[in-house]
């Protein structure tokens, strides 16, 4: 009889591989898939921050809440009404407001626009997203 040398892996040794692998896969992966949404939702919250800051900061030196959000980026007419039809102190604006890299409103990061619910009797923004956020709220909520 001779002593063959073994030159690779059994079958049984394939498989524990297989198994670990696959469990340290499903332990990985929803954790990486969840970080993206967080990523997001901070986001969103920093965007809504900002926006809001924006706002008070414009109806402190005007005299009343932009009548749009495009109000904070560009200075209103000579005349203009603010969101409460009080008439706006052009004189006093002291924009733009927010400063983006592309020179608009931010995007909302799940709705790839800048398309955010703004009620400008009340100077309230929220988003417009129709999403659940990871602690059960609505987006359109924060």
Known sequence: MTNRK?????????LIVIVVIAILALI???RLL???RKAKEATLKGDLHQLRN???QFEADCGDYPASL???QTAPAAGSQGGSGIDLDVDGWQGP???TPDGGLP???FT?????DYTASSGDVHSSSTLTAINGENYSDW
């Open 54 to 56: 924006a706002i008070q």
């Open 34 to 36: 969840g970080a993206g």
């Open 97 to 99: 407001y927010l400063r």
């Open 6 to 14: 073994s030159k690779g892996f059994t079958l049984i040794e394939m």
């Open 70 to 72: 495009d109000d904070l």
């Open 112 to 116: 790839g626009a800048a398309d955010w």
């Open 107 to 109: 995007k909302d990061p």
């Open 28 to 30: 990985v992966i929803p």
